[in-house]
Every structure is written in structure tokens, then in C-alpha cells.
């Protein structure tokens, strides 16, 4: 049903805008249109692209939408003069042409006029019109006007299509024109550098068999043999041939056409064509200094690791914070690029210790003058508000499954107890080991070296080159000329034009294969997920997430889901629903979860459940075990001179009434239900992980661990980042790693979403829905300390 819409669409849509047709049919079919233009190349209905597909297969002209313009001038041909003009963008073409010929009766001029439309219908399939009108001074060309219609499929290597050319069959000399059809197939064996075709035109009063007799059919051969030079030959079957030959310079390219019929040269064709977008060059291949940010880092990796053009990456610190996960995955990145011989500069207006922690990884570490490198160490902190609630009467009542586990102790305490203390101490000591251990490795420094250098900052201007945790400094201008003379035939570019600059696109068609990246960050609860800006953060509502899994197990082309999870946990119930979720979407093809900054609690619940954890060693995870609780108002009430009647039909009717002080018998209940959810996350992680149960408990009881002790203990089952995940997402859906797959990232807000998401009234509604729920609902969830660097 819903294809059928779409095509309906479609074709009203084409049938009210398609300004679309036909240039002039090939010299070789005489007899089935006006012999016109010695000028227009003859191209595969299969195999065109780009602004010949004005002329050659409109439908073409959706299939590659970037912008080209191409201008050919007849040398040498069977007319006077013969010039043409062809543009192609967005999926719409326009060609011009203009010839003159003598006649008997004197020189005859044409002007044809092409307009064309292509139109996308999913899964490879393609179709357009095309209209052509034709001027002259010639009555036999007057008023002349002719319509065609094409469809494609293409995939990755293989491209079928079909065009039906005249199909109005207009008059020319009072003869109606013959409507014929051109099938054609074309191939391109695992590389864009060779396209090999054949076609065959059919008119409409001819059976194939005679069409084949009468050789109306055509091969062709389009290979590039050294970078950025490419020919192309087509044989005819009445005996014509055709070469090509292009060269490529940046967004230009050359070109000459040269046709033969009966071993005499019968036409010569000049082309130049100009493009969005750059293709192979036959010239030095360009090299690139690429300027970034760490927050524009994590798009551009993804084009920058398969680019020889990138020489070195210049990383600019500006002072903004990110998760330390966050920097020791660009570490990670930035390091295999060195090892495959690109080069890392540092330049730093303001450092925090996690930022340093990234810019050691560089060849050169540059500093301006006033600038800052705040390495100082990491420090934790956790808010208590015991006292507070106290003093304004509120009174909270919360039971624990895990002594480790901290959740509830902010609001039954005015510190930590001992076991959290110490396993939060642990947490840091892992994260701060890490870091000391890199640093002293990468600026040559002995671990107690390291530990000295970073006790005597934060540092400023020279005092970071006497302690040598920088190489030079230097002002933005000096840091330019710094660059230009360490990579004088390379040029400076931004991560904005780099990406505008990219190659263009030769593929027939993006990869089949696509691994679904679905998003969990921020607290998980029930319903949609929202954004709440006031206070800067996210809830991940397990309604949306769900459905982002759904559709991700329904879409066939995608062949496994990551789960990337940057979240402390949250409600039981939505943890329980996206757990659900995740098991049956398991049952259709793997999953992958991937931790980012934090995944513990219910984040762990979920991730427990799929069939691969990948985490960053600078994670924190873990924190199995589960809170429960309820807050009492009724002090509070009567301290503001508020009095309430309550009336209740059996014996606990008022257990999670804000007016209600908790009974001894209800806090057992507490604990019971609490102790019920615990021993189910246990079955959940023991089951999902292939864990001995009474090994989980050890490992469980609320304890939180970085990604690194969580890895050595089997929680997670490799350390690394996005790209690990991915990888072994390939590898558990049998996609070979160096084949590309699509990454499509879920779930996809609607601009609606966007807009409430954006508003105040998503403010409103995330604080009083989180405020008003969470306190008397059950969690898996850890309440973080705050780790600052």
C-alpha cells in the first residue's frame, strides 16, 4: 500500500513538473527519428551518469545528484557548426544545442531545447521523462517537440534499465515518428574504474529477434587506467565506432570524441565538462593539513581514516570539557592514523587534564603564550541533601539491594558510607592511572615524574614548556607558519571545507549493508524521549528507543544494531521494556552494545542482554543492584501551616501518598520489592553474560568499575570505541570489516519532536514528570559523583 502511494506521488508529481524529454536519436538509427546532432555522445541507458543522462536516460539524472556542466563543440562532423550544452543538478537536467547545415535550398539552423526530471522510488529503482523541443527555420523541424520516458535499477555493480523514446510519436515531414525502446546492462566488476555495457534499440513494430538481426545493439568499454585518465570505446553492430578519452583536474575535466564509420573518421567532439565535487585527479594528488576541533573530530574520523590525502591533523583546545571516554576514543583514533604515517599537532589555548590527556598523543604540542594547560588531576564530587530535606521536613525512606549501591545515600545521608566511598575511590584511582600512565609515556616521563608534573599545576605560558608538557609557543600566526614549514606542499584546511571539498561520489550505489546505530543517553523512564534544557540534560524514553530497535529489526538491510549507550540507568520498568525489546529484535540479527562515557545500572541491565559489550577503558559501568524509596511530605505540610484530611478504604491504601509517613511494615515492603528486582538483574546479567550466578553477585552488589576493571573482571567483552563496535557488529553479521556498510543513526526525531524538545514546555514537562515520579518509583540506576579533570 504504501509503495503503491509512492508511486501514485511520483508520477502526479512528474506528470505536473516534468519539463522533461529527448535530444536527438542516434546517427545510426535513420528511419526511426530525424538524423540531428554529430555532436551528442552516445551513452549506455544503463551506464550514463551525470549531465549526459539529460539526453541518455533521464531517470539517471536522481541516481547521481551532485552538479555537472558539460560543453561540447563538433571539430569535425556532418554539420557546419554543432555546439551543445548540458547541466545536470539535483535531479533535473537541461541540455541546448545548436547546429547549422547546408541544404539545397541553403543553410539550415536547429535549435533543440531538453528538459528532464529524474525521480527516486527506493530500493535502486529509479524513473524520469524527458521533453525535447526542436526550432528552425526547416518547417520540417518547426513545432517539432518529442517525449521519452526512462527507468533504472541499479545496485553496487550491476545497472538494468529501459527508455521509451517518442512515445507520443509525433509528426516530422508529416510522417508520424516511430516510438522504439533502448534496453540496456551495465556492469562494473567491484571497482568504479571499469564499466563495461551493451544495449539494444527496439522499435516499436520490431520483435527483438529482427532488432538483433538488423544490429541495432552496441557495446561499450569505459576503463581508467592510470588516476584520472579514462576511455571509453563503443562498438556498433552496423559497423560505426566511437572513442573517448577524459582527463581529470580537480572539478574539470578534458575531453575528446572521436567517431568512425567504415575505418574513416567521421566526427570529432571537444568536451569540457565542470563538476560539484572532485574526482580522481591525473594531477599530484592534493595533501592536507586538517584543522579540527575534538568536538568536530568525532564526524570527521569517519572520512579522515580513509583518506592518504590527510598528511596531519592540527588539533585546536579551546578549554571545553567532554567525557573522559570521549577523549581516550580520539586518542584511540588519532593513534591509529600515526600508525599508518599521519601526523598529530596539538595547539592549545586552554586545557583541562582531559584534554591534555588527548593532546600528548601529538607530534608537536604547541601552547599560546597565555595559555593555559590546566593538568591538575581529577576530582569527584557528590551532593548530599540529607540536612536540607531535614530542615524543611521531608522525609524519605529508601531500601537498597547492595551495599555498594549509592543511589538512595544523598537523601538518607549527609555522606558516603564506607563501602561507597571506597568503591568510588577505586573508580577514580583506575581513571587517574590511566591517565598518568599515558602521559608519562608519550612526554617521557618517569609515572613519578608524571604524578610531580601534575601536582605543580595548572601551568601557564612558559612555565608548561620548563616543565615540558609543551614543545613551543606560539601565537595563531605563528603556529601557521609553524605548519606551512613543516608541511610545505600540504594545504591548511577546516574540517568544513575539507568535508565540502570531499571526493565525489563514483559509487553506483550506497551499500546495501547497514548497521543501525540506536541511541540510549541520558536517564532512561517511560514514554518518549525528551530533552530538558534548563538543566541541560536528556531522558531516553523507552517508548522511542523501542521503536528505533523495531524498525532497525525490521529493515532488512540492516544487518546488525549497536546500541550506543551513554546513560546511568533510570526506572526498572523502562529498562525492563527496552531489555524486552532488545530480546526479540536479538532473535532477527545480532546486537552490539557500545558504552560511552557511562553505561551502569539499568544501562548495564540492557547491555547485558545483547550479544557483544564493547566499552571505553575510561568508562563507567557496572552498578548492578537496584533502589527503591518513597518521600513523605507531611512534615512539610504542617511546618507551612498545611492541614489535610485523609480517608483511605484498606490498610495501605495511602503507601505512596505524599501525605503519608511509611509504617514498619511498609519499609519491609520496600526492601522486599527492592531484593525481588535485584535477584532479576542478576538472572539478567548471569543469563546474558554465561556467568555464574554467585560470580555476578560478587561483582555485583551495586559496585561500580571503569570500562578497563570491568574488562578484566568480564563484564565487558572488549575495550575500545564506535569503531570496535562496529567492527564486531560486521563480524557477528558476516560482513567482511573492509567492506562498507551504511551507518544509520536512530531513532530519528520529527521536526515536531524537535521543536517540543527545543521549547520550554519540554522543560516544564521534564522537570515535573522527573520530579514527580522518580522519587516514589523503583531504579536501576547509579546516582554519578561528578568527575571533573
Same mark, same amino acid.
Given at each position: 500500500?504504501?509503495?503503491?502511494?509512492?508511486?501514485?506521488?511520483?508520477?502526479?508529481?512528474?506528470?505536473?513538473?516534468?519539463?522533461?524529454?529527448?535530444?536527438?536519436?542516434?546517427?545510426? !538509427?535513420?528511419?526511426?527519428?530525424?538524423?540531428?546532432?554529430?555532436?551528442?555522445?552516445?551513452?549506455?541507458?544503463?551506464?550514463?551518469? @551525470?549531465?549526459?543522462?539529460?539526453?541518455?536516460?533521464?531517470?539517471?539524472?536522481?541516481?547521481? $545528484?551532485?552538479?555537472?556542466?558539460?560543453?561540447?563543440?563538433?571539430?569535425?562532423?556532418?554539420?557546419?557548426?554543432?555546439?551543445?550544452?548540458?547541466?545536470?543538478?539535483? @535531479?533535473?537536467?537541461?541540455?541546448?544545442?545548436?547546429?547549422?547545415?547546408?541544404?539545397?535550398?541553403?543553410?539550415?539552423?536547429?535549435?533543440?531545447?531538453?528538459?528532464?526530471?529524474?525521480?527516486?522510488?527506493?530500493?535502486?529503482?529509479?524513473?524520469?521523462?524527458?521533453?525535447?523541443?526542436?526550432?528552425? =527555420?526547416?518547417?520540417?523541424?518547426?513545432?517539432?517537440?518529442?517525449?521519452?520516458?526512462?527507468?533504472?535499477?541499479?545496485?553496487?555493480?550491476?545497472?538494468?534499465?529501459?527508455?521509451?523514446?517518442?512515445?507520443?510519436?509525433?509528426?516530422?515531414?508529416?510522417?508520424?515518428?516511430?516510438?522504439?525502446?533502448?534496453? %540496456?546492462?551495465?556492469?562494473?566488476?567491484?571497482?568504479?574504474?571499469?564499466?563495461?555495457?551493451?544495449?539494444?534499440?527496439?522499435?516499436?513494430?520490431?520483435?527483438?529477434?529482427?532488432?538483433?538481426?538488423?544490429?541495432?545493439?552496441?557495446?561499450?568499454?569505459?576503463?581508467?587506467?592510470?588516476?584520472?585518465?579514462?576511455?571509453?570505446?563503443?562498438?556498433?553492430?552496423?559497423?560505426?565506432?566511437?572513442?573517448?578519452?577524459?582527463?581529470?583536474? =580537480?572539478?574539470?575535466?578534458? %575531453?575528446?570524441?572521436?567517431?568512425?564509420?567504415?575505418?574513416?573518421?567521421?566526427?570529432?567532439?571537444?568536451?569540457?565538462?565542470?563538476?560539484?565535487?572532485?574526482?580522481?585527479?591525473?594531477?599530484?594528488?592534493?595533501?592536507?593539513?586538517?584543522?579540527?576541533?575534538?568536538?568536530?573530530?568525532?564526524?570527521?574520523?569517519?572520512?579522515?581514516?580513509?583518506?592518504?590525502?590527510?598528511?596531519?591533523?592540527?588539533?585546536?583546545?579551546?578549554?571545553?570539557?567532554?567525557?573522559?571516554?570521549?577523549?581516550?576514543?580520539?586518542?584511540?583514533?588519532?593513534?591509529?592514523?600515526?600508525?599508518?604515517?599521519?601526523?598529530?599537532?596539538?595547539?592549545?589555548?586552554?586545557?583541562?587534564?582531559?584534554?591534555?590527556?588527548?593532546?600528548?598523543?601529538?607530534?608537536?604540542?604547541?601552547?599560546?603564550?597565555?595559555?593555559?594547560?590546566?593538568?591538575?588531576?581529577?576530582?569527584?564530587?557528590?551532593?548530599?541533601?540529607?540536612?536540607?530535606?531535614?530542615?524543611?521536613?521531608?522525609?524519605?525512606?529508601?531500601?537498597?539491594?547492595?551495599?555498594? $549501591?549509592?543511589?538512595?545515600?544523598?537523601?538518607?545521608?549527609?555522606?558516603?558510607?564506607?563501602?561507597?566511598?571506597?568503591?568510588?575511590?577505586?573508580?577514580?584511582?583506575?581513571?587517574?592511572?590511566?591517565?598518568?600512565?599515558?602521559?608519562?609515556?608519550?612526554?617521557?616521563?618517569?609515572?613519578?615524574?608524571?604524578?610531580?608534573?601534575?601536582?605543580?599545576?595548572?601551568?601557564?605560558?612558559?612555565?608548561?614548556?620548563?616543565?615540558?608538557?609543551?614543545?613551543?609557543?606560539?601565537?595563531?600566526?605563528?603556529?601557521?607558519?609553524?605548519?606551512?614549514?613543516?608541511?610545505?606542499?600540504?594545504?591548511?584546511?577546516?574540517?568544513?571545507?575539507?568535508?565540502?571539498?570531499?571526493?565525489?561520489?563514483?559509487?553506483?550505489?550506497?551499500?546495501?549493508?547497514?548497521?543501525?546505530?540506536?541511541?540510549?543517553?541520558?536517564?532512561?523512564?517511560?514514554?518518549?524521549?525528551?530533552?530538558?534544557?534548563?538543566?541541560?540534560?536528556?531522558?531516553?524514553?523507552?517508548?522511542?528507543?523501542?521503536?528505533?530497535?523495531?524498525?532497525?529489526?525490521?529493515?532488512?538491510?540492516?544487518?546488525?544494531?549497536?546500541?550506543?549507550?551513554?546513560?546511568?540507568?533510570?526506572?526498572?520498568?523502562?529498562?525492563?521494556?527496552?531489555?524486552?525489546?532488545?530480546?526479540?529484535?536479538?532473535?532477527?540479527?545480532?546486537?552490539?552494545?557500545?558504552?560511552?562515557?557511562?553505561?551502569?545500572?539499568?544501562?548495564?541491565?540492557?547491555?547485558?542482554?545483547?550479544?557483544?559489550?564493547?566499552?571505553?577503558?575510561?568508562?563507567?559501568?557496572?552498578?548492578?543492584?537496584?533502589?527503591?524509596?518513597?518521600?513523605?511530605?507531611?512534615?512539610?505540610?504542617?511546618?507551612?501551616?498545611?492541614?489535610?484530611?485523609?480517608?483511605?478504604?484498606?490498610?495501605?491504601?495511602?503507601?505512596?501518598?505524599?501525605?503519608?509517613?511509611?509504617?514498619?511494615?511498609?519499609?519491609?515492603?520496600?526492601?522486599?520489592?527492592?531484593?525481588?528486582?535485584?535477584?532479576?538483574?542478576?538472572?539478567?546479567?548471569?543469563?546474558?553474560?554465561?556467568?555464574?550466578?554467585?560470580?555476578?553477585?560478587?561483582?555485583?552488589?551495586?559496585?561500580?568499575?571503569?570500562?578497563?576493571?570491568?574488562?578484566?573482571?568480564?563484564?565487558?567483552?572488549?575495550?575500545?570505541?564506535?569503531?570496535?563496535?562496529?567492527?564486531?557488529?560486521?563480524?557477528?553479521?558476516?560482513?567482511?570489516?573492509?567492506? !562498507?556498510?551504511?551507518?544509520?543513526?536512530?531513532?530519528?526525531?520529527?521536526?515536531?519532536?524537535?521543536?517540543?524538545?527545543?521549547?520550554?514546555?519540554?522543560?516544564?514537562?521534564?522537570?515535573? @514528570?522527573?520530579?514527580?515520579?522518580?522519587?516514589?518509583?523503583?531504579?536501576?540506576?547509579?546516582?554519578?559523583?561528578?568527575?571533573?579533570?
Amino acid at each position: 500500500m504504501k509503495i503503491t502511494a509512492r508511486v501514485g506521488i511520483h508520477v502526479a508529481a512528474m506528470t505536473v513538473v516534468c519539463l522533461t524529454a529527448l535530444a536527438a536519436t542516434p546517427p545510426f !538509427l535513420d528511419g526511426i527519428a530525424p538524423r540531428m546532432s554529430s555532436v551528442l555522445p552516445r551513452d549506455s541507458v544503463a551506464g550514463t551518469e @551525470g549531465a549526459l543522462s539529460t539526453i541518455t536516460n533521464p531517470a539517471a539524472l536522481e541516481a547521481r $545528484k551532485e552538479a555537472e556542466f558539460i560543453y561540447l563543440r563538433a571539430l569535425r562532423g556532418d554539420y557546419k557548426k554543432d555546439d551543445a550544452f548540458l547541466l545536470a543538478w539535483r @535531479g533535473l537536467g537541461v541540455g541546448l544545442e545548436y547546429l547549422t547545415a547546408d541544404a539545397p535550398a541553403g543553410r539550415v539552423s536547429v535549435r533543440t531545447t531538453t528538459l528532464s526530471g529524474g525521480s527516486n522510488l527506493g530500493r535502486g529503482l529509479y524513473w524520469g521523462t524527458r521533453r525535447t523541443w526542436f526550432a528552425s =527555420d526547416d518547417i520540417g523541424y518547426s513545432d517539432l517537440a518529442t517525449w521519452d520516458v526512462g527507468g533504472l535499477y541499479r545496485t553496487r555493480n550491476i545497472s538494468l534499465a529501459m527508455v521509451a523514446r517518442n512515445v507520443d510519436r509525433r509528426e516530422y515531414r508529416g510522417v508520424k515518428l516511430e516510438r522504439s525502446f533502448d534496453f %540496456g546492462i551495465a556492469l562494473r566488476p567491484d571497482t568504479d574504474r571499469l564499466r563495461v555495457s551493451f544495449d539494444l534499440s527496439k522499435p516499436d513494430d520490431e520483435s527483438f529477434r529482427t532488432a538483433w538481426k538488423k544490429r541495432r545493439y552496441f557495446g561499450s568499454v569505459h576503463v581508467e587506467p592510470i588516476r584520472g585518465f579514462r576511455v571509453a570505446a563503443n562498438a556498433y553492430g552496423d559497423g560505426q565506432y566511437e572513442a573517448r578519452a577524459t582527463i581529470s583536474i =580537480d572539478t574539470a575535466k578534458l %575531453g575528446f570524441l572521436q567517431r568512425f564509420e567504415d575505418g574513416d573518421a567521421r566526427a570529432g567532439v571537444a568536451m569540457l565538462t565542470l563538476q560539484e565535487g572532485v574526482s580522481r585527479s591525473a594531477l599530484r594528488r592534493p595533501r592536507f593539513v586538517l584543522i579540527t576541533t575534538p568536538e568536530q573530530w568525532r564526524g570527521a574520523y569517519w572520512r579522515v581514516r580513509r583518506d592518504p590525502r590527510v598528511v596531519a591533523v592540527v588539533l585546536k583546545f579551546d578549554g571545553k570539557k567532554q567525557s573522559l571516554a570521549a577523549w581516550k576514543e580520539a586518542q584511540d583514533q588519532l593513534l591509529r592514523l600515526k600508525e599508518d604515517g599521519t601526523e598529530v599537532v596539538s595547539y592549545i589555548s586552554r586545557a583541562g587534564g582531559g584534554g591534555y590527556w588527548l593532546a600528548s598523543i601529538a607530534d608537536a604540542v604547541l601552547l599560546d603564550p597565555i595559555g593555559e594547560i590546566l593538568l591538575v588531576g581529577l576530582h569527584s564530587s557528590s551532593q548530599y541533601y540529607k540536612g536540607a530535606m531535614d530542615a524543611l521536613g521531608i522525609k524519605g525512606y529508601f531500601r537498597r539491594s547492595g551495599e555498594y $549501591k549509592g543511589g538512595p545515600e544523598p537523601f538518607t545521608q549527609t555522606g558516603p558510607s564506607r563501602p561507597v566511598a571506597e568503591n568510588h575511590a577505586a573508580v577514580l584511582d583506575d581513571l587517574y592511572d590511566q591517565i598518568v600512565g599515558d602521559i608519562a609515556t608519550r612526554r617521557g616521563f618517569s609515572r613519578d615524574e608524571a604524578l610531580r608534573v601534575i601536582d605543580a599545576g595548572p601551568y601557564l605560558g612558559e612555565e608548561a614548556l620548563e616543565a615540558g608538557i609543551a614543545d613551543t609557543m606560539a601565537t595563531p600566526e605563528e603556529a601557521e607558519t609553524f605548519l606551512a614549514e613543516r608541511y610545505p606542499d600540504a594545504s591548511l584546511i577546516s574540517v568544513a571545507d575539507y568535508i565540502a571539498y570531499d571526493h565525489r561520489p563514483t559509487e553506483w550505489a550506497p551499500a546495501r549493508d547497514k548497521i543501525a546505530v540506536v541511541r540510549i543517553d541520558g536517564a532512561m523512564v517511560d514514554g518518549d524521549s525528551m530533552s530538558v534544557p534548563i538543566v541541560g540534560t536528556r531522558l531516553s524514553g523507552a517508548g522511542t528507543v523501542n521503536r528505533a530497535i523495531q524498525d532497525a529489526a525490521a529493515d532488512t538491510n540492516v544487518k546488525a544494531i549497536v546500541l550506543d549507550i551513554d546513560s546511568g540507568g533510570g526506572l526498572v520498568s523502562a529498562s525492563e521494556s527496552i531489555w524486552r525489546t532488545t530480546q526479540k529484535a536479538r532473535a532477527r540479527k545480532p546486537i552490539v552494545a557500545r558504552i560511552g562515557g557511562i553505561g551502569a545500572s539499568g544501562a548495564y541491565y540492557v547491555a547485558a542482554g545483547t550479544d557483544r559489550i564493547i566499552a571505553s577503558p575510561a568508562s563507567v559501568t557496572g552498578s548492578i543492584g537496584v533502589y527503591t524509596g518513597h518521600v513523605s511530605l507531611r512534615d512539610l505540610y504542617a511546618k507551612l501551616g498545611v492541614s489535610t484530611h485523609d480517608a483511605k478504604r484498606g490498610e495501605n491504601a495511602d503507601f505512596r501518598s505524599r501525605n503519608t509517613n511509611l509504617t514498619e511494615r511498609q519499609e519491609e515492603v520496600l526492601q522486599r520489592q527492592s531484593d525481588t528486582l535485584y535477584d532479576l538483574f542478576l538472572t539478567r546479567v548471569s543469563e546474558g553474560r554465561e556467568m555464574d550466578r554467585e560470580r555476578v553477585h560478587e561483582l555485583a552488589r551495586g559496585q561500580v568499575w571503569t570500562g578497563r576493571q570491568a574488562h578484566e573482571r568480564a563484564l565487558v567483552d572488549q575495550l575500545g570505541g564506535m569503531r570496535e563496535a562496529i567492527d564486531s557488529a560486521k563480524d557477528l553479521a558476516g560482513i567482511p570489516r573492509d567492506r !562498507l556498510a551504511r551507518v544509520e543513526l536512530l531513532p530519528k526525531p520529527s521536526l515536531l519532536r524537535k521543536l517540543m524538545d527545543a521549547g520550554l514546555g519540554a522543560a516544564g514537562r521534564g522537570l515535573s @514528570g522527573l520530579l514527580g515520579r522518580l522519587p516514589d518509583t523503583r531504579h536501576f540506576a547509579w546516582e554519578p559523583m561528578s568527575i571533573q579533570d
